[in-house]
């Protein structure tokens, strides 16, 4: 969604000596999703490694307010989109013969067990249904030496704060965290890439909580 930052990361990635291609899709779109993955085999071959984190808000409202409208929309954005990127990954997965073995991380969110009480109580229920489907298909895929875990971010500097019609809203509650600051999206991916690596080769079904202590 931000082609710019894409971009970037992609620079940074080939400048490494790494290899990297960018890939654009709506993944609420079932279609463009199956085109994606189509177009990742032809060109990198099979996935081996999934990152599931798609992750939208809208302005904070309490539940007797919300529409079925938005509440359909947030379950459309934040939940079936992990659902449809996980099955068309396992496709690849079974075929692509890693002697590491491949992994799925999910990214879910704080708010799935803190429930966000008067800002976002459905963005929390969505989260919540991601941490049941991360262990679901962690129980699925173990026998296949597939492994499947999430990472719950809390209070991070990303841009969806804004999103959700407060962009300072990092700092006004980092006072009431544990370890009195907000996170970055960078310690989130140290945690991604361990669970992806093969350092954690016994982890499936795993939450890491990157929330500060909360």
């Known amino acids: 969604s931000n082609h710019q930052a894409a971009e970037q990361v992609h620079s940074e990635i080939l400048t490494a000596g790494g290899k990297a291609e960018l890939f654009q899709a709506d993944i609420s779109n079932e279609q463009l999703v199956v085109e994606m993955f189509g177009a990742i085999k032809s060109r990198l071959g099979l996935v081996t490694h999934l990152v599931n984190n798609a992750g939208v808000l809208q302005t904070q409202m309490r539940v007797e307010e919300m529409s079925a409208e938005r509440i359909n929309w947030m379950l459309t954005q934040n939940v079936t989109p992990y659902f449809v990127c996980a099955r068309e990954a396992i496709k690849h997965m079974r075929g692509a013969n890693q002697p590491t073995g491949c992994a799925i991380v999910n990214v879910s969110s704080a708010a799935s067990y803190l429930g966000g009480a008067n800002e976002y109580v459905d963005y929390a229920a969505a989260k919540g249904a991601i941490d049941s489907f991360t262990k679901g298909l962690s129980l699925e895929l173990a026998p296949e030496g597939i492994r499947v875990n999430c990472v719950r971010p809390g209070c991070i500097y990303t841009d969806i704060h804004a999103d959700g019609g407060e962009p300072d809203r990092v700092n006004r509650v980092a006072e009431l965290l544990p ?30 909580d990157l929330a500060g202590g909360k």
Do not use: H
């Open 179 to 208: 370890l009195k600051r907000g996170g970055t999206a960078q310690e989130v991916a140290n945690a991604i890439v361990w669970l992806l690596s093969s350092e954690a080769s016994y982890a499936t079904g795993t939450f890491i």
